[in-house]
Every structure is written in structure tokens, then in C-alpha cells.
């Protein structure tokens, strides 16, 4: 099983600002099948990327995944009021594995 | 619009039993593989069980393997939980998920592209 960490556990920001959120896999993620979805209080989560690093569709071009093998990022450039929410990192290239989230809380 | 309609939730005691439902719409639902993943209060997502298109292959997390069975019936859009042997900690809410399209080079690949609004469930005496 393929165990992924994530952090911070928190970060605080203000709105205009860049974010950064890091996904650390315990194995080295086969083909970078590694996805971020994004979750708001109350709501089902929505994927932000898949592959890494391409955006599913209708996703801002302010958010940006980058990595591979076990070390991932997920940005967002220039974070909006809507963007505060939790971010959870997910590997399917073993048995599907969520990492434990990122709230990304306003400042 | 792809749309997913969770059912089948509530209250059961330890050792009880439940079937959840999801129903389908907006899309070739045999085509795609479908999911269910769960998300204790104010835990993280934890994925339970996968099914491919067709019906013919099922994976399943440690977790729930021999106690949780998951089909689909494709003649009515619908993918199903069947949970037995519930426990305390398989309180969650419960989301079906649907997978990507299927891609010859690649296979079938376990990420969500759409969601549920999630089922309750909830195991106590």
C-alpha cells in the first residue's frame, strides 16, 4: 500500500496569494497517477487533477500540479474567497489511497 | 450532466446490516467503473470499493474486504454497497464516485471525476 502524507496540516493565507500544498508518497507513485480534489464544508469532494497535472475540466488555470515519482505539489497562483477549502492528494496507481488533507484557511 | 443519487442510509446497530444505492444518469453508465468512498465526521476519505463496467472484476480496501459487497446493474444505472458485519467505525458518510473513461493504453484508472452528495450512515446501539 502506497501511504501519502500531506502537508501542512494547515495554512493559513490571505486572499491574492500563492499556495503551495505538498503530497509525499511512501512509494515511488507509478506513471505520476496521482489526482487533488478539492473539498468545501458540506459538499462532495471535486477533482482539481489528475495525472500530476492536468486539470479536469473547467478547473481554473490559477491551479497547477507538478511532480512525480513520490514528491507532488499541487499550487494555486492567486487564491480566491471560493478557494478556501480542504485538499486531499490521491494515488491510484496501487490500491487507491487518500492522503489526509490540506485546509487551506483565510488569514 | 453527469448526475449521482446516493440512497439507502441511516441508523443501524453493530453487526447490522444496509444496502446502499446510487443512481446514475447523464452518462454510458456501463462504460465507466464506479466507486464507493467514505468520509467519517471530520475525517479524511478513505476509498472502500471499486467495480469495473462490466460487472466482472471488484476490488475492495482491507478494511471492508468480507464484510462489503459492491455490483452494479446496468440495466437500470443503479451501483450498490451491500454492508454486512457493520461496525462502529464504518460510520461515514458514504459517496459514490464515478472513474474516468476507460483508455486502451492505460486501462481502467481509480480516480473520481464525479461525485454523489453522500449518505449518512451511522452505526451505534
Known amino acids: 500500500e502506497i501511504v501519502l502524507t500531506q502537508s501542512p496540516g494547515t495554512l493559513s493565507l490571505s486572499p491574492g496569494e500563492r499556495a503551495t500544498l505538498s503530497c509525499r508518497a511512501s512509494?515511488?507513485?507509478?506513471?505520476?497517477?496521482l489526482a487533488w480534489y478539492q473539498q468545501k464544508p458540506g459538499q462532495a469532494p471535486r477533482l482539481l487533477i489528475y495525472s500530476a497535472s492536468s486539470r479536469a475540466t473547467g478547473i481554473p488555470d490559477r491551479f497547477s500540479g507538478s511532480g512525480s515519482g513520490t514528491d507532488f505539489t499541487l499550487t494555486i497562483s492567486r487564491l480566491e474567497p471560493e478557494d478556501f477549502a480542504v485538499y486531499y492528494c490521491?494515488?491510484?496507481?496501487?490500491?487507491?489511497?487518500f492522503g489526509g488533507g490540506t485546509k487551506v484557511e483565510i488569514k | 450532466e453527469v448526475q449521482l443519487l446516493e440512497s439507502g442510509g441511516g441508523l443501524v446497530q453493530p453487526g447490522g446490516s444496509l444496502r446502499l444505492s446510487c443512481a446514475a444518469s447523464?452518462?454510458?453508465?456501463?462504460?465507466?467503473?464506479m466507486s464507493w468512498v467514505r468520509q467519517a465526521p471530520g475525517k479524511g476519505l478513505e476509498w472502500v470499493s471499486v467495480i469495473r463496467g462490466s460487472g466482472s472484476s471488484t476490488y475492495y480496501a482491507d478494511f471492508v474486504k468480507g464484510r462489503f459487497t459492491i455490483s452494479r446493474d446496468n440495466s437500470k444505472n443503479t451501483l450498490y454497497l451491500q454492508m454486512n458485519s457493520l461496525r462502529a467505525e464504518d460510520t461515514a458518510v458514504y459517496y459514490c464516485?464515478?472513474?474516468?473513461?476507460?483508455?486502451?493504453?492505460?486501462?481502467?484508472?481509480?480516480?473520481?471525476?464525479?461525485w454523489g452528495q453522500g449518505i449518512l450512515v451511522t452505526v451505534s446501539s
Open positions: 447523464g452518462f454510458t453508465f456501463s462504460s465507466y467503473a
Open positions: 464516485a464515478k472513474g474516468p473513461p476507460y483508455n486502451i493504453l492505460t486501462g481502467f484508472l481509480y480516480y473520481f471525476d464525479y
Open positions: 490521491q494515488q491510484y496507481g496501487s490500491s487507491p489511497f
Open positions: 512509494q515511488s507513485v507509478t506513471s505520476s497517477y
